[in-house]
């Protein structure tokens, strides 16, 4: 049984990789590779790359990573290729917002703030900090990436650095705060 795939999914010669797997076995990862994409794409931002591409990328990373053996003897699988799809989404992201084409860098940007947003509201949520001040932290962490973008050593792993600068900036704005506010009086 075929594996149905999304309309905009070509998989052809040009894009699949050089190492032949077996139809059968072609068509189990698929399954997988898909299954991992829509995962990972219910969540609010990972909307950068459309379903089919973001399968097609995973797809063809994943055939010239996993030797047949590796694929039909099970090893984890699914939690590889849910790894993989992370990395290869991250990296898509990344040369997107090192896209010079001003849209494509915009749409890049914006999903990065989406995914960025959550993460500091939950940071600001947590401490008790008026949850106002994640949209300032977001924004001042999407600044931060903007200028130091070179500073992303592994473009794979560009969600993740991302993170830590927001971390790094949440952490210092929540300090600077406490440090501001007024100390209750004593009665």
């Given at each position: 049984?075929l ?16 190492q ?9 990862l ?10 990972r ?9 459309s ?12 055939c ?18 849910a790894r ?71 473009p ?32």
């Amino acid at each position: 049984m075929l594996c149905s795939l999304p309309e905009d999914i070509s998989l052809n010669a040009d894009n699949v990789p050089s190492q032949v797997l077996p139809p059968e076995t072609q068509q189990e990862l698929l399954k997988v590779c898909l299954s991992a994409v829509r995962a990972r794409r219910s969540r609010p931002g990972y909307g950068f790359l459309s379903e089919g591409a973001l399968v097609e990328a995973l797809f063809s990373c994943a055939c010239r990573t996993f030797r047949a053996d590796e694929l039909s003897a099970g090893h984890d699988l699914e939690a590889k290729v849910a790894r993989m799809a992370l990395t290869v989404y991250s990296d898509a992201l990344y040369r997107g917002c090192q896209s010079h084409a001003g849209a494509e860098q915009n749409r890049a940007f914006t999903e990065l703030a989406s995914y960025l947003y959550r993460i500091a509201y939950h940071l600001v949520s947590a401490a008790g900090a008026p949850v106002l001040w994640a949209q300032d932290y977001t924004q001042d962490a999407l600044q931060t990436i903007w200028l130091r973008l070179d500073g992303c050593r592994e473009p794979g792993a560009f969600l993740k650095w991302s993170t830590i600068v927001l971390i790094r900036i949440v952490r210092h704005g929540l300090r600077r705060e406490r440090r501001d506010l007024p100390m209750p009086e004593e009665d």
